[in-house]
């Protein structure tokens, strides 16, 4: 089975802190992305990545970066957290495309409270 | 931009009752259509898929019918359980080179009452 592990479930950060999500995918996937799930909202694209040291904005990029120095892990970054930042973060992964819709699969999540 | 517009909720049943969640879509071409469940406390999972028009995807006692002439993708359960509680998206991938994210709707929380 594919596993795509979140190290942090619930954590709790300052406002002004840096802070890092980790994700780590055990398939040899070369997509990564990081999603934000908010009620009401749904889940939104926060950055994606093709491959290694590849990384794309997604639709709500701004407060956050990411890094892949390697295939099997992706990180979330927020360079100073804010309230407003507060959610549920989901990493994700799925194969390169060949003419195929893959399945993207996602981890448990990461709930992210900024106080 | 591509967009999937999905019922909201919450919808509540009772146990072995007829589901219907509705999800229209808004994309150029022919995108690969998805369903996806969250259970409580849980990331998501696929349900299941459909990648071309009148394909029907299928998993769980769970359907769903690819309709491109009226761009929707509805989920469907002829009996559901208590065990079928869950948040339940909807998804598109569109169709261009390297353009493999998932949109998603804003997800509908169904409970079943025994």
């Known amino acids: 089975d594919v596993k795509v592990t979140q190290s942090s479930r619930y954590l709790v950060k300052r406002t002004g802190e840096k802070v890092f999500l980790e994700c780590v995918q055990d398939m040899d996937h070369e997509n990564m992305f990081w999603y934000r799930q908010d009620p009401g909202l749904g889940l939104r694209l926060i950055y994606f990545?093709?491959?290694?040291?590849?990384?794309e904005k997604g639709d709500i990029p701004e407060g956050y970066s990411v890094s892949r120095e390697k295939k099997e892990r992706f990180s979330l970054i927020l360079e100073s957290a804010s309230t407003n930042q507060t959610s549920m973060y989901l990493c994700a992964s799925s194969l390169y495309r060949d003419r195929v819709a893959n399945t993207i699969y996602f981890g448990e999540g990461s709930w992210l409270t900024v106080v | 931009g591509d967009s999937v517009t999905q019922m909201e909720g919450p919808v509540t049943l009772s146990e072995e009752a007829f589901l219907t969640i509705n999800c229209t879509y808004t994309?150029?071409?022919?995108?690969?259509l998805f369903w996806y469940v969250q259970y409580p406390g849980e990331g998501l999972q696929l349900l299941l898929k459909?990648?071309?028009?009148?394909d029907k995807g299928s998993n769980k006692g769970f359907e769903a019918t690819y309709r491109k002439e009226t761009t929707s993708f509805h989920l469907e359960k002829g009996s559901v359980q208590v065990s079928d509680s869950a948040v339940y998206f909807c998804a598109l991938m569109g169709t261009n080179f390297g353009n493999e994210k998932l949109t998603f709707g804003t997800g509908t929380r169904l409970t079943i009452i025994p």
């Open positions: 994309a150029t071409g022919y995108p690969s």
């Open positions: 990545s093709y491959d290694v040291k590849m990384k």
């Open positions: 459909a990648t071309k028009a009148d």
